[in-house]
């Protein structure tokens, strides 16, 4: 069997994505591709380009699309592809806003074909273990988790570009945090039913600005024309240099201390679940490392897991043993779990089973990042 695929979207994530991991899997061939912006035509050789998604959709040759533009075009877009029954690939989060979300939920809900969203680090071999280390009850029923997600290259990622307000991103729990609240989810085996969050943007945006400069920025300013771009730590120039940050030579260069941004750069969650299990999440998007660190208290042990040692350790608190599981799969192409990733969604077209990351697991987490982030803003317990 042979997916022919669309791709929509040809920015940091989708040219990567389609370049590395569809166009060379063996049971995958790439028919068009699509941006609007004509970002990155010239990686697709003789393969035939559009600026019009709808040429993607309407294209009867394709099977599936894979879908990799801003979060708040996800919605259209699927429901444009859906219409035409494509099998759909999208990238997290769903979506940004709550009435968005229920719309494609109510319009999806009896579709038959496959629709993938794409939650990477459910299929990353790693985070997979602790699933199936915590299914199999080795540390007794799972009663806490605690995650923090350390982020060196939070203002490279997410404050030079339109992930930086609102208006575009709502909240960047929705682009970042909802990969750790979603294996959250998953590790908990329940859904969320209350949440409190405190949030705060005061290393980048204005308050950076006033702390750096002792005044704002305007929001003209760019790292390219910027007389500071050589020692400035967040600039594009010296992130690539001082910390070998650098995904695309064209990279977005809005000032990371411009007025106009108003998402958080740091945020603390408490999430409670049906089941009873406790969470409480930290994003920090101007660390000085990186690290995605997990620690489950369950009722035998506790587990602990980060993603830099790739080490899994047990502790039994009852025998007062000590066990290492060390993952040592090198990950060939990008992000772990890409490769995977893909498999599911393929194995899910021919079989109609539902993937690991569906419609319905990355509605719940959208709509805790969304609930989250209203508790910051109301400071108060949102119920779900
Ligand atoms: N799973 C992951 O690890 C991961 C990593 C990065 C990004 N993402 C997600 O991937 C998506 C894309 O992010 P990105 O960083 O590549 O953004 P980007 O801004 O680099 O790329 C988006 C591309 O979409 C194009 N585009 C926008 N609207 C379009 C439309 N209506 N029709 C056709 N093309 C359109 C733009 O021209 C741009 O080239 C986002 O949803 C993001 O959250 C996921």
Excluded at 132 to 140: A, D, T, V
Excluded at 196 to 218: I, Q, R, W, Y
Excluded at 232 to 252: G, Q, R, V
Excluded at 346 to 375: C, H, M
């Amino acid at each position: 069997m042979t997916i022919k695929f669309g791709i929509i979207g040809l920015g940091n994530r989708g040219f990567k994505y389609a370049t590395s991991i569809i166009k060379s899997h063996k049971e995958c061939t790439i028919e068009a591709v699509c941006d609007y912006k004509k970002n990155n035509f010239d990686k697709f050789p003789g393969i035939s380009h559009t600026t019009n998604y709808h040429d993607i959709v309407n294209n009867p040759e394709i099977d599936a699309v894979f879908i990799a533009t801003p979060d708040n075009t996800h919605r259209e877009i699927i429901l444009a592809a859906a219409q035409k029954k494509k099998h759909i690939l999208c990238e997290k989060p769903l979506e940004i806003t709550n009435d968005s979300l229920d719309d494609l939920c109510s319009k999806l809900k009896d579709y038959n074909n496959t629709v993938e969203i794409g939650y990477v680090l459910r299929y990353a071999r790693s985070f997979n273990k602790v699933k199936e280390f915590l299914s199999q009850g080795i540390i007794g029923d799972v009663l806490m988790i605690n995650i923090i997600d350390h982020i060196p290259y939070g203002g490279y990622a997410f404050f030079h570009d339109w992930h930086r307000t609102r208006k575009q991103a709502t909240s960047i729990l929705l682009q970042k945090a909802t990969h750790s609240l979603d294996l959250a989810n998953w590790y908990a085996d329940s859904y969320p039913i209350s949440v409190f969050a405190f949030g705060n943007l005061s290393t980048m945006g204005k308050a950076g600005a006033l702390k750096k400069f002792g005044h704002e920025v305007p929001d003209t300013l760019h790292c390219s024309t910027c007389s500071i771009s050589k020692e400035c730590e967040e600039s594009i120039a010296n992130l690539k240099f001082e910390k070998n940050i650098c995904w695309s030579d064209s990279w977005p260069d809005s000032c990371v201390f411009n007025n106009e941004i108003d998402i958080d750069d740091h945020q603390t969650v408490g999430v409670e679940y049906k089941n009873g299990v406790q969470l409480s999440y930290q994003l920090c998007l101007f660390d000085a490392y990186y690290k995605r660190e997990f620690t489950i208290f369950g009722s035998k042990g506790e587990l602990r897991f980060d993603d830099s040692s790739n080490e899994i350790r047990i502790y039994d608190r009852v025998r007062r043993d000590e066990f290492i599981y060390k993952n040592k799969h090198l990950e060939l192409k990008m992000e772990a779990g890409d490769e995977e990733q893909l498999e599911d969604f393929i194995q899910s077209i021919k079989s109609g089973k539902q993937p690991l990351s569906n419609l319905t697991t990355s509605t719940i987490v959208a709509k805790l990042a969304l609930a989250a982030q209203k508790s910051i803003d109301t400071h108060s317990i949102i119920k779900l």
